[in-house]
């Protein structure tokens, strides 16, 4: 029963959790519902830990065991990511706290010799709760919006990075197995600890980078995307402008014609003129699809080839002129689901072909619904936004 004094240090490790899983994870539920789920977490927690601790031996590697698994259950319980990205941050967090758990016992024990278990217990989870709590406001700040530009739930690249996190963590798992059962001086077990952290750290940054680098070439060739449906948006005006001026410069001829039409009385004449000319003005309209920029220039061009490719094409659409929505990411959601939908029916051998789009806001989210015609095998295309 003497290492019960370490039942307050489970409290604040089992705290120290839920913070970095609030954090680190895509909400599920309401705050009231993750708190509920968080104090029964942490009673657990420390009911386990606690009773690991007062039995000591296999009782507390068992222990151990179940809060590891009882941790990522809540994680995955609280987030609504896709699964593979959920094994990916829990068990790089866990790696983290096994390094930093590791580290920091080995130092109080090489530099601080004379220091009181209790004592040496405390400074370890405070500091080891303050450093992890620090590396959760510097994902929030730098990485978080690296990994959300691998947010397809499809993606097997979560799967290669979990496997990444998973073979450092058995790694730091076994050293603290080895630190335990004391089969190396404390020297070399942290000369071997401090290869192992600067490989992992190493690992962790390079694919960092390329997930960065990745994704800087994604929005890169969305820009380009957007540049090229605002050229052609700007050769459709630039066109419609030369049309205009050719109707302007021949006013006068078709003003005589119906002033000819006019003086033998020919009314009939007159109307059919007028409904061509009118005709003749409607076709070099450019049509406004939408008061939103990007998305005017992005239906404009889409209406276009499905002009080309015999397909009829109807929009409706009410957004506002600006949208929280970045252009690059509208860019990115249009054009796939469009590209989708030309294919469809360009694949779907059918007589009849047709693009139904409709676009609007509702409660404060903008809602986006597609209907085409496609395979027998696939029916109808849906995607919201």
Not at 79 to 94: D, E, G, P, V
Request: with cysteine; aromatic share 12%; glycine share 4%.
């Amino acid at each position: 029963m003497s290492e019960l004094y370490q039942i307050p240090g489970l409290f604040i490790t089992a705290l120290c959790h839920v913070i970095v899983i609030c954090y680190l994870s895509e909400h599920k539920y309401s705050k009231k519902i993750f708190t509920l789920y968080g104090c029964m977490y942490v009673a657990g927690f420390v009911s386990i830990g606690g009773y690991g601790y007062a039995i000591l031996g296999a009782t507390l590697l068992f222990a151990y065991l179940v809060i590891v698994v009882c941790t990522f259950l809540f994680s995955c319980i609280v987030s609504q990511s896709c699964f593979a990205k959920k094994c990916f941050l829990f068990i790089t967090y866990f790696c983290l706290f096994s390094a930093l758990d590791n580290v920091l016992k080995i130092m109080i024990k090489l530099f601080c010799p004379k220091i009181s278990a209790p004592v040496g217990f405390y400074v370890a989870v405070i500091l080891r709760s303050v450093f992890l709590l620090v590396v959760l406001v510097l994902y929030k700040k730098f990485a978080e919006a690296i990994l959300l530009s691998l947010e397809d739930k499809r993606d097997r690249r979560w799967w290669n990075l979990a496997l990444v996190a998973l073979l450092f963590y058995l790694l730091q798992a076994c050293m603290s197995v080895l630190n335990v059962k004391n089969v190396m001086s404390d020297v070399q077990f942290m000369s071997i600890l401090s290869v192992i952290n600067f490989i992992m750290y190493a690992v962790y940054w390079l694919v960092f980078s390329n997930i960065s680098y990745m994704k800087k070439d994604a929005e890169a060739a969305l820009v380009r995307q957007n540049v090229e449906y605002l050229s052609v948006r700007l050769a459709t005006q630039q066109k419609a402008e030369e049309e205009h001026r050719r109707l302007r410069h021949d006013i006068r001829y078709y003003l005589e014609m119906i002033a000819e039409y006019a003086k033998t009385g020919d009314t009939s004449a007159i109307l059919a003129y007028i409904r061509e000319y009118s005709n003749e003005v409607s076709e070099t309209v450019v049509k406004q699809y939408s008061i939103n920029r990007t998305i005017d220039s992005i239906l404009s061009v889409y209406a276009g080839k499905a002009k080309e490719s015999g397909i009829a094409f109807q929009v409706k659409c009410n957004v506002k002129a600006e949208l929280a929505v970045r252009d690059i990411d509208m860019i990115a959601l249009l054009g796939n689901l469009f590209e989708n939908a030309l294919h469809g029916c360009q694949k779907s051998e059918k007589d009849k072909l047709y693009i139904e789009i409709y676009i609007r806001m509702q409660n404060s989210r903008l809602t986006i619904v597609c209907e085409n015609v496609c395979s027998e095998k696939l029916g109808v295309i849906w995607q919201p936004a």
